[in-house]
């Protein structure tokens, strides 16, 4: 099972924490995003492996956008 | 002696108290129980306290001669009983009976229990789960010229309305469950205007279940779900839970109860719960626990609108209604969900007598293309205009930034009826790096040195006593004195002349947003 982690606002990617082939936990911190001159974690809902990171530092994204992809297996 | 014709009478009676109470036969029971779904009078038995159910309507069945012996109850479960001793009705769905559709006979029944309730000052509880209107009944002039629709989804909020909704509801269960002032879902209860096998044969379009209306979709989208359970139990409980922080009806205010122990003890964590920068998130619910009496928080539309936090709660053992800010969820920028979760939670407050806190810390409204689209400058609007109308007590407590138009909304600007700031509060009508920008066009990467210059232009007069100094807060506080700034301002600010019952201005407002 894979799950894709999307953005829920328009923001610029502030960090990113992780890579692919990391392993989360549970409210790990992925990614920070900067938005309304906030630093808002995007936080793993579930465990699991980061298989893909869809964007960079530095990129502006839209509600609703793939920024990362988890397996869950 | 008892003559022959009275024991005819009881086992007759009897026959038919039998019939009335197997409801739509023991194959149906069965097949819910095993699924682990309630049946109607389990329902009812949940959630009225012990032996206090009085029913109304049990030999009730279809105006119909046909259908007259296969819809007992005419498919609903009427009556009143006990939530903790307090008064309540109840329409209760029966799902084995036709579906609990509703018919002539059945709707007459529930119109009684919504007169009964609103006469006499009960709550009314809907335990929802139904097909709609019983078909093919309603078919034709007739059918249709039969029905008295005037008063029928009237709401006025004279008192409580809950519903709890557990599988299928169309049709009336609908309309009753987005006019209460509580809907609970139960995971897996779907609720839509029409079935989706209608509206694939109505528009072709073909739907799912739980995409046209899941609970998941009213808990995350519409905000029809108010809270979601996992079982029928859980849902029950949720309801009278919520039933235990409102007054039977809006002429008195509601119970009081005991200060539960702890209360108040973990008041100095609210020194280092919310982070000293402006630009880090933290959970305000971490922060209201804190604030209110220990296990006394009861969230409302947690999933939906998250950056906005509403719950009852109780604040020296007496209900109030939370509205915070929650950075951990978009920054707490203050969405278009956001703002129908805030001015639906005030129509709540002001209809029933609860005071209203409010816990601050938002960079303003989420602005976009989204955001407009969406409607949000009417939305803003709407919510100013109901905080204007309410009057139950108001108390606000600005604990970081407050910024912009959404300042008054949280109970900025005199708005409220009390006001303090906490001594690391920042106030303005933007962040101070965004208006370097937006009145000099100077940014931090261009020229470090003018845009230090100018941002400290820009944020000079923020603080909690410059706003004190004109009266805007009327007191400055040290975060660890938050629970006792609102026990003192809800005390100064109760409605001693009437009881603590306010005018319910808000009492007519839309039934859902």
Redesign the interface.
């Known amino acids: 099972m894979s799950e894709s982690i999307h953005a829920d606002m328009s923001a610029n990617v502030w960090k990113i924490l992780v890579a692919p082939g990391d392993a989360v936990e549970e409210d790990t911190p992925l990614m920070i995003l900067e938005s309304m001159k906030m630093e808002i974690p995007v936080m793993s809902e579930v465990a699991g492996v980061v298989v893909a990171v869809h964007v960079s530092e530095g990129d502006s994204v839209d509600p609703g956008q793939s920024l990362l992809d988890l397996s869950t297996d | 002696m008892t003559s022959m014709t009275e024991t005819d009478a009881a086992a007759r009676h009897e026959l038919r108290r039998a019939a009335a109470l197997a409801m739509g036969g023991p194959r149906k029971l069965e097949k819910r129980a095993e699924a682990g779904q309630l049946n109607a009078r389990e329902r009812v038995d949940r959630l009225f306290d012990p032996e206090s159910f009085r029913e109304s309507g049990l030999f009730a069945t279809s105006h119909l001669e046909a259908d007259k012996d296969v819809t007992p109850a005419d498919g609903k479960v009427t009556g009143t009983g006990d939530v903790d001793g307090r008064r309540a009705a109840v329409i209760a769905y029966d799902f084995t009976v036709k579906g609990a559709s509703s018919g002539q006979v059945s709707n007459k029944k529930m119109q009684h229990m919504k007169d009964l309730a609103t006469r006499c000052g009960m709550p009314l509880v809907y335990l929802a789960e139904s097909t709609g209107v019983r078909m093919p009944d309603i078919m034709g002039g007739t059918g249709m010229g039969s029905g008295n629709e005037r008063t029928r989804f009237l709401r006025k909020r004279e008192s409580p309305w809950a519903s709890a909704v557990f599988g299928y509801a169309f049709g009336s269960a609908t309309w009753h469950t987005v006019s209460s002032d509580f809907a609970v879902f139960r995971k897996g209860a779907v609720m839509a205007v029409s079935s989706p096998g209608l509206v694939s044969r109505a528009t072709g379009q073909q739907v799912d279940a739980e995409e046209l209306g899941g609970w998941k979709l009213h808990a995350e989208v519409t905000g029809f779900a108010d809270a979601v359970a996992n079982t029928d139990e859980e849902a029950i409980e949720l309801v009278r839970r919520f039933l235990g922080y409102l007054p039977s009806h809006n002429a008195e205010p509601p119970p009081v109860v005991p200060v539960t122990p702890g209360s108040g003890e973990r008041s100095a964590e609210l020194r280092s719960l919310v982070p000293e920068s ?4 933290y959970d305000v619910r971490k922060v209201i626990e804190v604030v209110a009496d220990t296990g006394s928080v009861f969230p409302v539309k947690a999933a939906y609108g998250k950056s906005l936090v509403t719950c009852l709660a109780r604040i020296d053992g007496r209900s109030v209604g939370i509205i915070a800010n929650n ?1 951990i ?5 203050i ?1 278009g969900p956001a703002c129908d979760k805030a001015t639906s939670f005030l129509t709540l407050c002001d209809s029933y007598n609860i005071p209203i806190v409010f816990l601050v810390d938002q ?2 409204f ?1 602005i ?3 955001a407009e689209r969406n409607k949000v400058a009417g939305k803003i609007i709407n919510w100013m205009n109901a905080l204007a109308l309410v009057t139950v007590p108001k108390v606000t407590v600005m604990m970081r930034k407050n910024y912009g138009q959404a300042y008054a909304n949280m109970g900025g600007g005199f708005t409220a009826d009390a006001t303090a700031a906490w001594w690391s509060a920042e106030v303005s009508f933007m ?1 101070p ?2 208006a370097v920008g937006v009145v000099y066009g100077v940014t931090q990467e261009d020229d470090p040195e003018l845009y230090e210059r100018r941002l400290a232009e820009m944020a000079r007069e923020s603080t909690a006593y410059d706003v004190a100094r004109v009266y805007g807060v009327q007191d400055v506080i040290d975060p660890a004195d938050t629970r006792g700034f609102l026990i003192g301002a809800l005390r100064d600010n109760h409605l001693a002349r009437t009881d603590g019952v306010g005018e319910h201005l808000l009492s007519t407002w839309p039934t859902s947003f």
Request: aromatic share 4%.
């Open positions: 402006r630009a880090q998130v950075p969820f978009k920054g707490g920028a969405d960079p303003g989420l976009g293309l989204e962040d790096r965004s």
